[in-house]
């Protein structure tokens, strides 16, 4: 595709449930980035990969969070035990590279994650 | 922590009218990113500015950084109702440690209304 793709695009689940949510960046881009918005809010960073490995993942709310890129290209967002504070929208972006400048990030659509 | 403080958090205008969105921090960055974020959508760059003092302009939006780089504004001329959005500012510290992770201010919501 053109862009960064993100599925599903809405997800309701219930409190205490484990959800996985996944970003196909677009190809080439050998940074992604995963960002979460709360209502009202801008994005939160919460992790950077580098290729398949995770640069900077000091985003991470808690341990119950964790992110995998295992060929370098897609990734998926892992929340275990999830709480209705994780209700949020879930950004992904990719770049080309990550090295100081302005490297532009482009955003996917985002999934909704609903906690009842 | 780096914060961004994005000001005013809501904005609704009459077509016709200018406005400023300003974004103001006491850390300084490498470069400032300003973003349109539209519903059930991510947000899309408009501009970067990287150096201190730099003005750009991108037809009815005009984006300044200011000289210390600790601070940014947005100024729209004679808005239109397609300008309605979320606008988001943004700094990169890239080249220390966090290699172009993004500090978001909270966003602007701007109505203009026709």
């Known amino acids: 595709g053109a862009g960064v793709s993100q599925t599903p695009s809405n997800k309701v689940t219930e409190k205490g449930k484990y959800v996985e949510l996944r970003c196909d960046p677009i190809s080439g881009h050998t940074a992604l980035y995963w960002y979460r918005q709360s209502l009202g809010q801008g994005p939160e960073f919460l992790i950077y990969?580098?290729?398949?490995?995770?640069?900077?993942d000091s985003g991470l709310p808690n341990d119950r969070f964790f992110a995998v890129r295992p060929e370098g290209s897609v990734s998926t967002l892992k929340i275990q035990r999830t709480e209705r504070g994780d209700s949020a929208v879930y950004l992904c972006a990719s770049s080309l590279i990550s090295l100081a400048g302005d490297n532009e990030q482009f955003f996917g659509p985002g999934t909704r994650l609903t906690v009842l | 922590t780096q914060l961004l403080e994005q000001s005013p958090q809501f904005l609704s205008i009459q077509e016709g009218e200018n406005l400023t969105v300003y974004c103001n921090s006491s850390s300084v960055f490498s470069s400032l990113q300003w973003y349109r974020q539209e519903p059930g959508e991510g947000p899309v760059l408009l501009v970067t500015?990287?150096?201190?003092?730099e003005v750009k302009k991108l037809k009815r939006l005009t984006f300044q950084f200011g000289d210390a780089r600790k601070d940014s504004s947005l100024h729209i001329t004679a808005a239109q109702p397609g300008d309605t959005g979320l606008y988001l500012c943004a700094g990169d510290r890239a080249g220390g440690t966090s290699y172009g992770k993004l500090t978001f201010g909270q966003g602007t919501i701007l109505t203009v209304h026709p």
């Open positions: 990969f580098q290729g398949t490995g995770a640069a900077d």
């Open positions: 500015v990287v150096t201190g003092g």
